[in-house]
Nanobody, 126 residues
């Protein structure tokens, strides 16, 4: 599978953005997917992940209640809806995937993922 992330941009604090991760190649519904971000000078962190079944989720504490991940397998796309953005959400956001061992598994550390898309920059201004 190949992944393409899009939807980043410049937004004011308190604003919203929706990121998209479009997949091509092998059956997308066989993959668990995550959104991973990397801020300048910081390590990558998984901010949200979704199982291949689409009914199990993970959110980092820092984004819980503000970000929502969902997938549309018919469109081979996973979305990250981001609300109430803060300056510390500024980062390059990557989508990543891996075939899990069972349907409801989610991967919550960056090293778990095997396939990565290019990043999309999100910049939140004050």
């Amino acid at each position: 599978v190949q992944l393409q992330a899009s939807g980043g941009g410049l937004v004011q604090a308190g604003g919203s953005l929706r990121l998209s991760c479009a997949a091509s190649g092998r059956a997308f519904d066989t993959y668990a997917v995550g959104w991973v971000r990397q801020a300048p000078g910081k390590e990558r962190e998984v901010v949200a992940a979704i199982s291949r079944s689409g009914d199990n989720f993970y959110y980092a504490d820092s984004v819980t209640g503000r970000f929502t991940i969902h997938r549309d397998n018919a469109k081979n796309t996973v979305y990250l809806q981001m609300y109430s953005l803060r300056q510390d959400d500024t980062a390059v956001y990557y989508c990543a995937s891996r075939t899990p061992g069972y349907d409801r598994y989610v991967y919550i550390t960056p090293r778990d993922y095997r396939t990565w898309g290019q990043g999309t920059q999100v910049t939140v201004s004050s």
